[in-house]
């Protein structure tokens, strides 16, 4: 089973997604800040990490410049996951390589598990 960690600080959103991915056949794990998630993603390994940008006590662009600078993070699959376009995101990001970016409100929660299970595959 395929272990999957979202680190999203909206509650209704957190917790969609992972019934959602659960329903899927997914493990899914959750945090609830960078901070949370960098923990997380360290101690499972997981196989794709959904991740959120404007996030309490630690943004999303700041986890992942930490992960990407371990063995491990440096090669995990991410998919950004935010409300934050393209223009608005942070400059960093076009430095650390994702699988996608997705902006929440372009896309289904249905299309979101489409994309996930494409860079799964």
Known sequence: MKKIAIVEDDEPIRSMYKFKLEDSGYDVYTAV?????????????PDLILLDLKMPIMNGDEMLKKLRETVWG?????????????????????LLKVERYIVKAHYTPKEVIEVIEEVLS
């Open 74 to 94: 440096a090669l995990a699959k991410v998919i950004i996951l935010t409300n934050l376009s393209k223009d608005e995101a942070p400059a960093i990001l076009k």
């Open 33 to 45: 800040n960078g901070q949370e998630g960098l923990e997380l993603a360290r101690t499972i390994k």
